[in-house]
């Protein structure tokens, strides 16, 4: 088994740890990378779209007294390596990078900044968690981590390589096990069964790539076709196959993915608020886009045209359900006479989309070049109003303190 996943990988076996599950992989790659390189200083580098599990790594680091360095991504959620060449330090202990994004499928240049950081002396750590199954991730990187279920393997097994020469100190008691590194009896089944699913899926990655990626694009050039103002988001080129997201203004996500999922569709919401942290996609977030009607698509190996078709003949019924539940306001007509110069909108109390829409409803009742405030304590408001601006041609002047919650000013074009 551990020959079959390093042949995946490309690395060496003796390379490669068996883990209980990705995020320990990443856990303890980042913990044995930075306490082997502790003399080198404690300067951790990883970009604003990392799975949770590295920025909570990185947040741990950060309380523990340690520096973190946030490199910004653009709006298709891709991080330029230039950014990471300037963020590197005399103190950089190392650098985290995904593969590819979860959440919008956007591939990173891994190689590039492999490139940088070696020439530096710096480690790279890839989180290959969502590209693996589709081929080995290229560059010299230094560490690498992914999960088994991402294939389409067993839950409860990770992937932790370590080059050769690495300097790696796993903090805590050691273990004759897994070089060290992962403590405890491996569970010899579930590894065994991952490494089969790799290998498996491996076979089949080209042909399954190809005939995926034609149906995801099907998906990102209809879906803006079939339903008014939406926002397809991530790279249009340099992205995994099988993962469409987009954004719907006017529109909650949980309600759409309700909707969906009474139609026989599963989806998943990037925006999801969930009640126990009411905060957006930290990734929508990063790349500025819309976070509310977030709907991501995975399209798994084996989906056919039929379900794609299928999807597409749905989905504008409904968003437009959702939309008509939430009194989405109605297609622009020429304002009589606005008198306004400045209009004021109080949604404090209220969670997005709703100030979002009452914006859009109340934009045309000041002239141009009038402004409307609106007043929101939802932190989401803080991301779709600019995003709201971006869509609809609007001005965004910013975000100004309030009693209560914040004034986010727009400007009338």
Not at 189 to 213: D, K, N, T
């Amino acid at each position: 088994a551990r020959e079959t996943a390093a042949e995946a990988v490309g690395c060496r076996p003796d390379e490669l740890t068996f883990t209980t599950s990705g995020t320990q992989a990443v856990h303890t790659g980042i913990a044995g990378a930075l306490t082997g390189r502790r003399r080198t200083g404690r300067h951790l580098i990883v970009s604003a779209v990392e799975h949770s599990c590295v920025l909570h790594a990185a947040d741990a680091h950060e309380a523990g007294g340690g520096t973190v360095t946030r490199v910004p991504v653009d709006r298709t959620g891709r991080a330029d390596a230039a950014v990471y060449a300037e963020a590197l330090r005399p103190d950089t202990a190392l650098a985290c990078l995904q593969s590819a994004n979860h959440e919008v499928g956007t591939e990173q240049p891994v190689a590039e900044v492999a490139e940088t950081c070696r020439a530096a002396g710096v480690p790279l750590l890839v989180d290959a968690a969502q590209s693996l199954a589709w081929g080995p991730v290229e560059g010299n990187w230094s560490l690498l981590t992914a999960s088994a279920h991402k294939w389409g393997g067993p839950s409860g097994v990770g992937l932790l390589v370590v080059r050769k020469g690495v300097r790696f100190a796993v903090p805590g008691p050691a273990d004759e096990r897994e070089s060290g590194r992962q403590p405890g009896f491996e569970n010899i089944p579930a590894i065994v069964a991952a490494a089969a699913s790799l290998r498996a899926v491996r076979a089949e990655a080209a042909a399954e790539s190809a005939r995926l990626r034609e149906l995801t694009e099907r998906i990102r050039t209809r879906v803006p076709q079939l339903v008014p103002d939406v926002e397809v988001v991530g790279h249009p080129d340099q992205r995994l196959p099988g993962i469409v997201t987009f954004s719907c203004l006017y529109v909650d996500g949980e309600a759409l993915l309700h909707a969906l999922d009474g139609e026989g569709f599963s989806v998943s919401s990037g925006s999801s608020c969930t009640s126990s942290t009411l905060t957006p996609s930290h990734v929508l977030k990063a790349m500025g886009v819309l976070s509310e009607g977030n709907v991501r698509v995975s399209l798994p190996f084996g989906t056919s045209e039929e379900d794609v078709e299928r999807f597409l003949s749905v989905l504008p019924g409904a968003v437009a359900s959702v939309r008509e539940h939430l009194h989405t306001p109605a297609a622009r007509t020429e304002a009589a006479a606005p008198a306004e110069e400045e209009r004021v909108i109080d949604a404090l109390g209220k969670r997005c989309p709703l100030p979002v829409i009452e914006l859009a409803k109340i934009i045309d009742e000041v002239p141009v070049g009038g402004t409307v405030r609106v007043l929101a304590d939802d932190e989401a408001a803080r991301l779709d109003i600019p995003a709201w601006c971006e869509m609809r041609g609007q001005e965004y002047v910013g975000e100004e303190p309030a009693e209560v919650g914040s004034a986010y000013v727009v400007r009338r074009v």
